[in-house]
């Protein structure tokens, strides 16, 4: 990098930093700090992760429904019956 691209970014850096200073100089100053989009917690992704496989799965059972012809009471007894067997939770 040669002097006079070094002696520009200082300038624009020293701009900036002007700006800046000029900003907090204000009263009632408002800043316009940049945000992402807000943070989720942990038990709301985790939430959402069940709902997407609770809608996955169904989506899937209801697909294997119709491909075998099964009616929903059927499929609804046979669930139980696995519940109670403890196969599926």
């Known amino acids: 990098m040669d002097e006079r691209e070094k002696l520009r970014k200082f300038r624009e850096l020293d701009d900036a930093f002007a700006e800046a200073l000029r900003e907090l100089e204000k009263p009632n ?3 316009d700090i940049p945000t992402g989009p807000p943070v989720r917690s942990l038990a709301e992704l985790e939430a959402e992760e069940q709902q997407q496989r609770q809608q996955v799965f169904e989506q899937r059972l209801k697909s294997l429904m119709n491909e ?10 046979l669930l139980r019956t696995l519940q109670t ?4 939770a």
Not at 85 to 88: P, T
């Open 29 to 31: 100053p408002k800043l």
């Open 68 to 77: 075998y012809a099964q009616p929903r009471e059927s499929v609804a007894v």
């Open 85 to 88: 067997l403890g196969r599926i």
